[in-house]
């Protein structure tokens, strides 16, 4: 007898009535996926411009894939699931865009924008300009910051509902491997994907209660003219020059000898130095052990026995997978240690018809690689064309002041897998502060394998570092040598030709 499926939200808002068609048992699972290839947008997906390929077996299941999050990864996951013709729910219980859009990336960046005009109008006396600055407006900021976030929350919202993805703006639980709970109704899917997600992480110390994470950071009432951060993350650096660039007085403490693990060893000193030339307070080796609240002051104590006065402390100190209540150990779901969800190649879990990306596997934690697995998540499960993410040579920036621009290999890691390595670096002062009184240099920094020639890592710190190393990095998939570098004509003057004019091996 067919049964009456539970009432869901269709891409306009409206209750959907979903038929659960004949009893008969599940469909058979796929087979085993074959050695993939990268992954890369399929073009009749993108424009729509032939049929969807998946034609699912009669349905068992109220959707072909449910997806709890509906963050960029969710997102991009569900969206290319139903063109190729899943039937695709998302829940999001926050806001639509995940953290990226919300409290992540895009805020972040604006912010960074708005503390970098304080360079800019010191600068602009150099130039001629007679520049007179009145103040600066926290307040106009963050409002324009909002408007801007409401707008991007919207078209989420419009993507998914022109694919035909139902979007259920509940809290999900899951209730077993093919059984969801949303907003107290029960949903099944033939598979399910968990992409919810990091959140911030504070540990545990006498006067937690008094600081603040990047979440909270984006909606402070005012600009606090004394902060104190924590961490050595990119988003710790990151904060460090938003709120000084606002004027504001910065202390940023790190429990290491120097911050940015995981980047090039010369890329976390150039930077050092630049952020302690502009003024901001570096303290490494040195960690909290306790917050006091003094009416608006909060009171930090150091490891070091020193007493720093803030009027913010922001702990930039990690970011845990977003696991809470959902029910994955119940559903026989394997965890790592920290809580991260555990998937093979293919983004499965433990349980074959659940899976996951983004942040909560604890893989590579970047926008865009959560956009990547879900796009090949999609054509794994739905095109019948299974794809693994593929890694390599991942480009990354660190908006930090000077910018950071990052891909391919440190040094280290060059020196680990190649033995020998060349290297070329070059450090100078831009073009456009030599009207200036600003010492910032520029740092550049090429890795090559002298067997191959092959290009291993290119690395810079300075302006529009994310920018320039974004086209390096096609450069770098392609197997590019430092003779192909070389041969290439330089765009002058700028900042990037340096990296194909780089000729002197320091090493």
Known sequence: MPRTAPAVLGPSGQKKWLSAKHEADPPPQ?????????????????????????????????????????????????????????????????????????????????????????????DAASFGWDAEVRGFDWGALIEGKNKEISRLNEIYRGLLGKAGVDLIEERAHIEDPHTVSVGGRRVTAERILVATGGWPKVPDFPGVEHVITSNEAFTLKELPQRVVIVGGGYIAVEFAGIFHGMGAEVSQLYRGPLFLRGFDDDVRQVLAEEMQEQGIDLRFDTNLTRVERRGDTRVATTTAGDVIEADQILYATGRAPKIEGLGLEAAGVELASNGSVVVDDFSQSSVPSIYAIGDVTDRMALTPVAIHEGMCLASTLFNDDPRKPDYRDVASAVFSQPTIGSVGLTEAQARERHGEVDVYKTRFRHLKNTLTPRKERVFMKLLVDPKSDRVLGCHMVGPEAGEIVQGLAIALRCNATKAQFDATIGIHPTAAEEFVTMREKVS
């Open 30 to 122: 796929a087979p085993p996926p074959t050695p993939a290839q990268r992954c890369t947008p399929t073009p009749h997906v993108a424009g729509m411009q032939h049929p969807p390929r998946y034609n699912p077996p009669m349905a068992k299941f109220d959707y072909d894939l449910f997806t709890i999050g509906a963050g960029s990864g969710g997102v991009r996951a569900s969206r290319m699931s139903a063109g190729y013709g899943a039937r695709v729910a998302v829940a999001e219980e926050r806001y639509l865009g995940g953290t990226c859009v919300n409290v992540g990336c895009i805020p972040k960046k604006l912010l960074v924008y708005a503390s970098h005009y304080r360079h800019d109008f010191e």
